[in-house]
């Protein structure tokens, strides 16, 4: 449609100069008009479903090997995810490689602070210097 004629039909259906100019009303009539003269709105594109990220399998593994270790349910990981990104987290595998990296930090600290048992203790052993 042209620009003339989107303004003409703007002014005589709604008594406006811009579609910003519009209240509810208003822009429900231009819209019934629009409809009745055969426009119909423009499909939506389909968008690909986003796929999990198989390249932070190692992480996810990691933050299911601390549940596993301090034997807390798996929940416990996507609750701190969804606390964390301030979303609903299904899967561990649909967060990106620095959401997975602040749960495990968070899951880490949990350990330490409540299950200092499991925490495995490296040692480092200092040879002489000849």
Same mark, same amino acid.
């Given at each position: ?6 303004? !003409?039909? %703007?002014?005589? &259906? ?6 910003? +100019? %519009?209240? @509810? !009303?208003?822009?429900?009539?231009? %819209? +019934?008009?629009? #409809? ?14 986003? /796929?999990?990220?198989?390249? @932070? ?10 549940? !596993?270790?301090? /034997?807390?349910?798996?929940?416990? !990981? ?19 490689? +620095? ?10 600290? @949990?350990?330490?602070?409540? @299950? ?5 203790? #490296? ?5 002489? &210097?000849?």
């Amino acid at each position: 449609m042209a620009e003339d004629t989107y303004r !003409a039909l %703007l002014w005589t &259906i709604g008594r406006v100069e811009s579609a910003a +100019d %519009l209240d @509810h !009303a208003g822009r429900a009539r231009v %819209l +019934d008009h629009m #409809r009745a003269c055969g426009w119909k709105p423009a499909a939506k594109p389909d968008r690909k479903p986003v /796929k999990p990220r198989a390249a @932070h399998a190692a992480q996810v593994a990691k933050v299911e090997a601390l549940c !596993a270790a301090m /034997k807390l349910p798996l929940a416990y !990981a996507l609750g701190i995810a969804s606390r964390q990104t301030r979303r609903d987290v299904q899967s561990l595998a649909w967060l990106k490689w +620095d959401e997975l990296r602040a749960v495990i930090a968070a899951l880490m600290v @949990h350990q330490r602070t409540h @299950h200092p048992e499991t925490v495995e203790r #490296r040692t480092v052993e200092w040879g002489s &210097i000849e």
